[in-house]
């Protein structure tokens, strides 16, 4: 199939980039009648075709390949159209005075151009839909501005995350908890394994701002604080090699609550790697095994974040970034008990009434985190646009 019957282009040279973007991208809506969109797709079309003839292909392109399959696939229906009108205007040519041929050209181009509306709606669904993928993170959730009521809430957070992973089958393993006197979390880290959650629990990194009158204090003054949300990629049993004899490991008896088998038994596990002196520990469940295995996963997720700091200068600031200082005023989501309503300050967000359903940790969370990622998918598809266009028209100049 040739390249060109997608579209009919024009030259970028002679057209103001910046013109273009702002027609294109208002309202989030790619407008794939501009010459930049079409340049792109046509581009894709080339790396698919390149990738589709390779007899041999890395992990890397076949990832690839199975990426662009589905939007080639729709480009390709769409020059099946084209060549369908292309017909019809000959036949009109050829058989301009015959009132049932004008006739039935007229509604077989009504149903190809209603056709390719639909084809230009799955594009667009396409191009901007979430790429979700199965992995797993680190979750950590830590108390900020606000004393007790900020320990307080982290469990409520933590709770939120738990019946959220419930919600989307995920699997989880609290790695650690530290619980303050009167119930509240200071801090905790969980694992949390599935379809999806290493792009839709990213989104939760940042300061969660809660507003409501505190439990442990009385009258009705409105009191805020604050609980950061940090998520670091949680690596599979490939991504790290860790040999035995690099680990020290130790075991206890568990300290606080959780009944007479757990504080009786060495069932806590302290797992210290001796080249970085980084530990490790893990007591929250009642077999030793099972602790040991959540450890040595919370210990790969953090050598792995060790590893990407050392070897790319701008993660360095990954966990300081989601977490900020704790103040107030570097949010990204407000919790606000006394309206009623959860805030999300982030573009892709809005305001969700019914905070108690929210905190259930249901479709709710589910419509946000999709809402979010895919407005983080459509500025990433926007920028790589942009950028092949600008390279594009530079070529085209030179």
Known sequence: MSLARIFQFRPLSCVDISIIFRKCYSQNIINLSEPSIQVYLQKLMLEHED?????RRSPQETKRLFEIKPIVSVLEQRIALYDSIESLKDLSK???????VKKMIKEEAEIYLGRLKEIDGELMSIL????????????????GVGGQEAMLFAKELLELYESYAHYRDWEIDIASIDVSDIGGVRKASMLVQGYGAPELMKVEAGVHRVQRIPATEKGGRIHTSTVSVAVLPQPSEFDLNIPDRDLNFETKRASGAGGQHVNTTDSAVRITHLPTGTVVECQEGRSQIKNKEIAIQ??????????????????NSERKSQVGTLNRNEKIRTYNYPQDRVTEHREGGGTIRSLKTFMEGGQHLAELQESLIQKQRFQVLKDEIEDYANKYQKSNTT
């Open 94 to 100: 050829k058989d301009s005075d015959d009132p049932e």
């Open 128 to 143: 901007v839909e979430p790429q979700l993928t199965e992995g797993g993170v680190l979750v950590e959730i830590l108390a």
């Open 51 to 55: 990738l589709h003839t390779k007899t």
């Open 298 to 315: 919370k210990l790969r997720a953090l050598l792995l974040q060790k590893q990407i700091d050392e070897q790319i200068s701008k993660i």
